[in-house]
């Protein structure tokens, strides 16, 4: 379930992890651009569509699952 942005958590992010949803393995995209809209996702997390926070003992994860309205936003 994605959350929203939130600034306290934001803070407490230990980890990031992002997800590519299988519907998106497809996409033409070699791996440096892969790792380039994952940078841009956790750079300005408040703009990626679906956003969740795992609580972890000593902080949370920020976890992206990467949607095709991000890569509209990040391939331009």
């Known amino acids: 379930m994605a959350n929203a942005f939130d600034p306290y958590r934001e803070a407490l992010v230990i980890e ?41 003992y000593t902080g949370f994860v920020r976890k992206i699952t990467v949607t095709a309205a991000d890569l509209g936003d990040a391939t331009s």
């Open 16 to 56: 990031t992890n992002t997800v590519w949803p299988d519907d998106l393995a497809d996409a033409p995209l070699g791996d440096s651009t892969r790792r380039r809209i994952e940078e841009q996702l956790h750079a300005d997390p408040a703009q990626a569509t679906e956003l969740e926070y795992v609580r972890l």
